[in-house]
């Protein structure tokens, strides 16, 4: 069974720029969950998508934005970035489904994005 | 407003001892808790879950223990080990369907051989 993973590990960008992160779910998870964790801080939660559709939002500005795909793999794309995004990124999967109780969440190393 | 609270940035405990990290929360809809280990340079790693319709759930040398009333969990960790050294987040979420995980700060646990 193959775990969650996360691309890339390590990203540098300068203010203004756009980053996307990539995520492959663990084998038969249909959801993949977002957090963005700072420094010091527990994950916070940006989105989560459950097959195809962006099922739930946190408290982050529309320049986060998000994709799943038929495969449940996933991206998160920041556009505008600031020096407050610089963060670990964390992708979580998880199988949900209508009328499931909540599923444990289980996540991958994480991508650590260094805004300049 | 912090839904979810670890009031102890850090806890030392000596190998063979027990360990034991608390967490509160406020929103009483919560009923889905779950617990974390994370080690550096490394995405938290799921250690053991408890739903609100029970007090105890155990698993090997992890137990998670529920106070409803109180809003109050904690983790046991019998006998600590010096791997066991790490960040735990205490998380919460509520119990229908796919809902996002709300997690505490963190506590800093180090093991002493």
């Known amino acids: 069974e193959t775990g969650v993973t996360q691309s890339p590990t390590h990203l540098i960008k300068t203010r203004g720029q756009q980053v996307t992160l990539r995520c492959s779910s663990q084998s038969g998870h249909n959801t993949v969950s977002w957090y963005q964790q700072a420094l010091g801080q527990g994950p916070q939660f940006i989105f989560q998508?459950?097959?195809?559709?962006?099922?739930g939002r946190g408290n982050f500005p529309p320049r986060f934005s998000g994709l799943q795909f038929p495969n449940y793999s996933s991206e998160l794309n920041v556009n505008a970035l600031e020096l407050d995004d610089s963060a670990l990124y964390l992708c979580?999967?998880?199988?949900?489904?209508?009328?499931?109780?909540?599923?444990?969440?289980?996540f991958g190393p994480g991508t650590r994005l260094t805004v300049l | 407003d912090q839904q979810v609270k670890q009031n102890s940035p850090s806890l030392s405990v000596q190998e063979g001892r027990i360990s034991i990290l608390n967490c509160d929360y406020t929103?009483?809809?919560?009923?889905?808790f779950l617990w974390y280990k994370k080690y550096p340079a490394e995405g938290p790693t799921f250690l053991i879950s408890?739903?609100?319709?029970?007090d105890k759930n155990e698993d090997g040398r992890f137990t998670v223990f529920l106070n409803k009333s109180a809003k109050h969990l904690s983790l046991h960790i019998v006998p600590s080990q010096p791997g066991d050294s790490a960040v735990y987040f205490c998380a919460a979420s509520l119990n229908s369907g796919n809902t996002p995980l709300v997690f505490g700060k963190g506590t800093r646990l180090s093991v002493i051989a």
């Open positions: 998508y459950y097959r195809e559709e962006e099922n």
């Open positions: 929103n009483s809809m919560f009923d889905y």
């Open positions: 408890i739903s609100s319709i029970k």
């Open positions: 979580a999967s998880s199988l949900g489904g209508s009328g499931r109780a909540q599923n444990t969440q289980y």
